[in-house]
C-alpha cells in the first residue's frame, strides 16, 4: 500500500512540475518559452565552474578507496562501532557516505544481494542510504559553483550530522529490526 | 578543507606504496579526474531544464509565494539574509527537492541559491554565515521519499521495501536537529570571536 503509494509519488512528481509550472506561468502572462531560455542559459556556465572542485575532491576520495585505506580504516574502527550494535559489513558503507553517493548505493545494493534486503544488514544499509547526504559531494558543488574556497565550519558540521545520521539509524535499527 | 583533502589523498598513497599496489593510485587518480568532468557535463542538461522551469516559476510569482508561505521559519534560521530576498525562495524549493527525493532537481536549485547567497557576500572566496546554515540543512535534509533505496529493495524481492521509511525519517530527523544546532554554535562562537 504505502510502496504503491509512494512509488506514485516518485514517478508523477516531475511529469506534474513540468506541466503545472508553465502553465500556472501562462496564466500569469509569463512568456514561458522566452523565461525557460533565459534560466536555463545559466546552466551550462554553473556546470563548468564546478569542473576544478569535483575534480580535486573525487581524485582524493578515489585514491583514497582504491588504495585499501579505506579498509584498514574499517578495521580500526570495527571494535568501536560494534559494541554499539553496528555490524562489521556496514561498516565501509558508513565511511563512504559522506563522500560518495554512487559507491555507496553500489555498496548497499551489493549487501542487500549479498543477506538479503529482509535481513538486519539489508535493513540497516537501507536506512543509512536514506539518512543524510553526500557532504563532500554538497559542499564540492555547491561551494564550487560560486567560487567559495574557504569553507569555514561547514564541513565539521556536515560531518557531525552525518556521524549521528550513522548513529541513529544503528538505534533505530536496533530497536524496530533486531 | 586543506587539511582533509591532504589526509584522504596522501594516505592512499602511502597505504598503496605499502600494500605493494601503488600502479592503483594512478589508475585511480586518473579515472576519478576524468569522471568528475563527465559529471558535470552529465548536469549541463539537467541544470539547464531546472533552471529553466525555475525561470517560469519565478517571473509567474511562484517562488516568492512559497517564500512568503515559509518566511517564520527561514526568518529565523537565516537571519543574515534580508527575509525578501530571492535567495529565500531558491533555499526553500532546494530542501523540498530534497525532501520528495528529487536529486536532479535540487542540484539546480542549491546551486543558485549559493550564487544568490554569494551576493550578499562581501568576501568573495569565504563562506558566509547564511551559506553555512543552508548546507547544514541540505546534507541532513529529511527525505520523506527515498525512492532509489526503495527501487533496489523492491529489485530484490523484500517483503516489505517500503519499512524502512519511518527509521529513515527518524535518523534524518535527528541529525538535522544536530546539524542546525551546531551550525547555530558556530555562528555565535564566530561572531563573538570577531567582536
Not at chain 2, 527525493?101 to 542540484?107: C, D, E, F, S, V
Amino acid at each position: 500500500m504505502l510502496h504503491t503509494l509512494l512509488s506514485l509519488v516518485s514517478k508523477w512528481a516531475i511529469p506534474v512540475l513540468l506541466l503545472t509550472v508553465p502553465i500556472y506561468g501562462h496564466m500569469k502572462k509569463v512568456p514561458v518559452y522566452e523565461a525557460f531560455v533565459e534560466g536555463a542559459e545559466e546552466g551550462f556556465t554553473t556546470a563548468v565552474k564546478i569542473i576544478p572542485f569535483l575534480v580535486g575532491m573525487m581524485v582524493a576520495i578515489s585514491v583514497f578507496r582504491a588504495s585499501g585505506a579505506m579498509d584498514y580504516l574499517s578495521m580500526i574502527l570495527d571494535p568501536i562501532t560494534s559494541r554499539i550494535g553496528a555490524p562489521s559489513e556496514v561498516l565501509p558503507l558508513a565511511i563512504m557516505r559522506p563522500m560518495s553517493g554512487s559507491a555507496v548505493l553500489g555498496m548497499a545494493t551489493e549487501l542487500m544481494r549479498v543477506y538479503g534486503p529482509d535481513s538486519f544488514i539489508g535493513r540497516l544499509a537501507s536506512v543509512m542510504q536514506g539518512t543524510t547526504d553526500t557532504t563532500f559531494f554538497i559542499l564540492t558543488v555547491y561551494f564550487g559553483s560560486v567560487g567559495i574556497k574557504k569553507y569555514r565550519y561547514a564541513i565539521v558540521t556536515g560531518l557531525t550530522a552525518d556521524i549521528t545520521g550513522f548513529l541513529a539509524s544503528v538505534y533505530i535499527c536496533n530497536l524496530l529490526f533486531r | 578543507m586543506n587539511v582533509i583533502w591532504l589526509l584522504l589523498l596522501a594516505t592512499g598513497i602511502v597505504v598503496a606504496a605499502l600494500n605493494g599496489n601503488i600502479e592503483v593510485v594512478t589508475e585511480a587518480a586518473l579515472g576519478a579526474a576524468k569522471g568528475a568532468v563527465e559529471v558535470c557535463f552529465d548536469l549541463v542538461g539537467v541544470m539547464a531544464l531546472w533552471l529553466g522551469i525555475m525561470k517560469i516559476a519565478e517571473k509567474g510569482g511562484l517562488v516568492q509565494s512559497l517564500a512568503r508561505l515559509l518566511r517564520p521559519i527561514t526568518v529565523r534560521l537565516f537571519p543574515s539574509v534580508p527575509s525578501h530576498h530571492p535567495a529565500m525562495g531558491t533555499i526553500i524549493l532546494n530542501l523540498s527537492a530534497n525532501m520528495l527525493g528529487l536529486g536532479n532537481a535540487a542540484t539546480p536549485f542549491g546551486m543558485k541559491a549559493m550564487q544568490e547567497l554569494q551576493e550578499l557576500n562581501q568576501e568573495s572566496d569565504e563562506a558566509s554565515e547564511a551559506m553555512c546554515t543552508f548546507l547544514a540543512l541540505n546534507t541532513s535534509c529529511i527525505t520523506l521519499i527515498p525512492a532509489t533505496i526503495i527501487a533496489v529493495r523492491f529489485s530484490f524481492s523484500s517483503a516489505n521495501a517500503t519499512e524502512i521509511v519511518g527509521a529513515c525519517i527518524f535518523s534524518t530527523a535527528i541529525s538535522m536537529v544536530i546539524a542546525v544546532y551546531l551550525d547555530y554554535w558556530f555562528r555565535t562562537k564566530s561572531r563573538w570571536r570577531k567582536k
